[in-house]
């Protein structure tokens, strides 16, 4: 079973700042993907950025990157220039890719509350 | 494009009386997901649909949960009886094929007393 490791309970970064988002996971598998969604408090979950795991680029969306190494097992998400709207909650997820029946559920960690202060 | 609906987002139950959620995915979305996420942990999934079918339901407690997907198109989870540990919230999100990016509603909480 796959199991996904958020060891930063909360972070707080300063408005304009940018801050990192650790990420590791188990698997035996070589073949998946990997998410960060954002869960801001109205609840609403948001995809922020999808990384398959044969791509070696880092993945990117705007002011939001990853950092992946696969040999490693980690997967951090970079926010730059951090914005009030940032405030969440963010989930590192693990997905695996092909083979039917439940391999297509997404595996969550427990979350980071990231807080961006003005 | 209107995304994944979800009633009601508040609920109030007493134990023992029965409860029900409604799922309503985006537009053309083939896949639907139940998530079930308590208090300060990420999302778990209790069931996933592929059209019409509930391909994975292995994590689903049988004994009190059942879901419908008619039509392969909205989906009502229910609970019956209810206990004070199904507080929690219930998401639900859709995808255009198993293998493609989910997209989550808003979710319902349930307060069980």
């Known amino acids: 079973a796959q199991t996904v490791t958020q060891s930063q309970p909360e972070m707080s970064v300063q408005e304009a700042e940018t801050v990192t988002l650790s990420c590791t996971y188990d698997?035996?598998?070589?073949?998946?993907?990997l998410f960060w969604y954002k869960q801001p408090p109205s609840r609403q979950m948001i995809l922020v950025i999808r990384q398959e795991a044969y791509k070696q680029q880092n993945a990117t969306e705007n002011r939001f990157s990853v950092n992946f190494q696969k040999a490693a097992k980690s997967f951090s998400l970079k926010i730059s220039d951090s914005q009030l709207g940032d405030t969440a909650m963010y989930f590192c997820?693990?997905?695996?890719?092909?083979?039917?029946?439940?391999?297509?559920?997404?595996?969550f960690g427990k979350g980071t509350l990231l807080t961006v202060n003005p | 494009e209107a995304g994944v609906v979800q009633s009601p987002r508040y609920k109030i139950i007493e134990k023992k009386q029965p409860v029900a959620f409604w799922c309503n995915p985006i537009?053309?979305?083939?896949?639907l997901y139940w998530y079930l996420q308590n208090l300060g942990q990420g999302p778990e999934l209790l069931i996933r649909?592929?059209?019409?079918?509930?391909?994975?339901d292995s994590q689903l407690p049988k004994d009190r949960f059942s879901a419908e997907r008619l039509k392969g198109v909205d989906s009502t989870l229910k609970i019956q009886p209810a206990e004070l540990g199904d507080s929690a919230v219930y998401l639900c999100?859709?995808?255009?094929?198993?293998?493609?990016?989910?997209?989550f509603g808003p979710g319902t909480r349930l307060t069980v007393t």
């Open positions: 537009s053309g979305h083939n896949t």
């Open positions: 997820a693990f997905m695996k890719h092909g083979g039917g029946g439940s391999n297509y559920k997404l595996t």
């Open positions: 698997t035996s598998e070589s073949n998946y993907y």
């Open positions: 999100a859709s995808s255009l094929d198993s293998d493609y990016e989910q997209y």
């Open positions: 649909y592929e059209n019409e079918e509930a391909v994975d």
